[in-house]
Antibody, heavy 114, light 111 residues
């Protein structure tokens, strides 16, 4: 079964850091672009970042550029999102999404609050 | 960024009746490879988004055939031929042609 399982969310103070992980299974992870998409409470979906299959190319939304870093470990079938200098407005459910946007994880919740 | 708009933003339908959601983009979604990367998603309450339609009109595996997509360029439509109770949720269009990919604001479908 194709599956994406996110982890690493939690409560953090403004200015803090978190590292999200996404464990992939059931498909050849190393051949797919991967994405992070977030959804603030009661709001719509917003693209955060994407990474190509070998990790050599990345893109970010302007709102997170310079603060977030996407990466992957193809040997471990895992996608990461390092989030630094977190702001209250980063509070959201973060979804890991396969390149064709056809497979989504259940999401992990990040709450930034003092 | 490409701005995606949807109408209506809220839709109350009667079981068994049709429903239609419009999606418009601020620029053409035709990619250099000739494909149009306009997709539709359903998000049921408390769940992750689920892709229903990809590249305008292709239904994903397991999606009931009462769902259909159409359109071209900047103007797209999702139709539900006969709404069922399980169709309650929020529907999003999304463009994957121009980075950053962007979603519409969502259309909430109620019964």
């Amino acid at each position: 079964e194709v599956q994406l399982v996110e982890s690493g969310g939690g409560l953090v103070q403004p200015g803090g850091s978190l590292r999200l992980s996404c464990a992939a299974s059931g498909f050849t992870f190393s051949t797919y672009w991967m994405h992070w998409v977030r959804q603030a409470p009661g709001k719509g979906l917003v693209w955060v970042s994407r990474i190509n299959s070998d990790g050599g190319s990345t893109n970010y939304a302007d709102s997170v550029k310079g603060r977030f870093t996407i990466s992957r470990d193809n040997a471990k079938n895992t996608l990461y999102l390092q989030m630094n200098s977190l702001r209250v407005e980063d509070t959201a459910v973060y979804y890991c999404v396969r390149g064709g946007v056809d497979v989504w994880g259940k999401g992990t919740t990040v709450t930034v609050s003092s | 960024d490409v701005v995606m708009t949807q109408s209506p933003l809220s839709l109350t339908v009667t079981l068994g009746q049709p429903a239609s959601i419009s999606c418009r983009s601020s620029q053409s979604l035709v990619f250099s490879d000739g494909n149009t990367y306009l997709h539709w998603f359903q998000q049921r309450p408390g769940q992750s988004p689920r892709r229903l339609i990809y590249k305008v009109s292709n239904r994903d595996s397991g999606v009931p055939d009462r769902f259909s997509g159409s359109g071209s360029g900047t103007d797209f439509t999702l139709k539900i031929s006969r709404v069922e109770a399980e169709d309650v949720g929020v529907y999003y269009c999304m463009q994957g042609t121009h980075w950053p990919f962007t979603f519409g604001p969502g259309t909430k479908v109620n019964i």
